[in-house]
């Protein structure tokens, strides 16, 4: 499958139409951004490691049931997927408080969650993607009714329970990630975008080093070899 129009870029992908109306191609960039985009670099490599990892999980999610957008994928920094109108809400779950939740509620960074906890923030760069509740989703027109909200947060519950898990067993605590959904040819909603150490946190069980982008946004270094140990230990 070739890449045909470049149809949107955004700050880790590039998103091409192909000679399937129903099939686009995601380019894994290299660019890393925090902060909103304040804080920008650039690490060779981190765009193949993001889409061999994306693909691995998307894989698994898939044999235990859950719907992506997944196809396959096509070389090094290549992904085919199918096409989905995307809802533009970030689908936030956690289970150790830490990062924005931290701050804006006061948390200890760290703190196991009594309970997962999903929250919808708005995929909107320009007002620094605020957080949402429920009606907030529907006066923005954001999903048609409240049963879309509720499948969201379904689905999103059901891929932490299937990824943390994974991940436990790999050594690695899942402590929280984004989620991005979309709507089929058919309207259905599938998980969309990718699962990377880019928009995950993923503590080592032993030794608390973080192993993904707060890497990057705390400038800790050595970012590449820790999305390596991640992917080495998804394939593990
Ligand atoms: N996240 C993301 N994209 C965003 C905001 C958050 O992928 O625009 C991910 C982030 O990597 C983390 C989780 O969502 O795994 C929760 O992030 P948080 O709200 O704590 O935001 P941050 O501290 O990164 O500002």
Redesign the pocket.
Not at 98 to 101: C, E, K, M, R
Not at 198 to 201: F, H, K, L, S, Y
């Given at each position: 499958m070739q890449k045909t129009e470049l149809l949107y870029e955004g700050k880790a992908k590039k998103i091409w139409s192909t000679e399937d109306a129903n099939l686009l191609i995601s380019e894994f960039k290299d660019d890393l951004t925090a902060f909103n985009g304040e804080k920008k670099d650039s690490e060779s490599g981190k765009g193949a490691l993001n889409n061999k990892i994306s693909t691995e999980l998307f894989k698994l999610l898939e044999s235990k049931g859950v719907v992506t957008h997944f196809v396959e994928k096509l070389d090094d920094n290549h992904m085919l997927h199918k096409k989905a109108k995307i809802i533009m809400i970030?689908v936030?779950v956690?289970n150790v408080a830490?990062?924005?939740?931290s701050k804006r509620l006061g948390i200890a960074d760290g703190t196991a969650l009594p309970f997962v906890l999903v929250e919808f923030?708005l995929k909107d760069d320009a007002l620094n993607?605020p957080i949402l509740n429920d009606e907030h989703c529907l006066i923005l027109n954001l999903v048609d009714d409240v049963k879309e909200l509720d499948i969201l947060r379904e689905m999103a519950r059901n891929v932490n329970s299937i990824l943390k898990p994974f991940f436990y067993e790999k050594g690695l605590n899942l402590?929280?990630?984004?989620l991005e959904f979309g709507k089929d040819k058919d309207g259905n909603i599938i998980l969309a975008d990718e699962i990377s150490p880019?928009?995950?946190?993923f503590w080592d069980v032993n030794t608390n080093e973080k192993m993904?982008?707060d890497r990057f946004?705390q400038g800790l270094g050595g970012l590449k070899v820790a999305y390596e140990e991640v992917l080495n230990r998804i394939l593990k």
């Open positions: 970030e936030v956690r830490t990062g924005s939740l923030y993607d402590i929280d990630f984004k880019d928009n995950c946190r993904d982008k946004r």
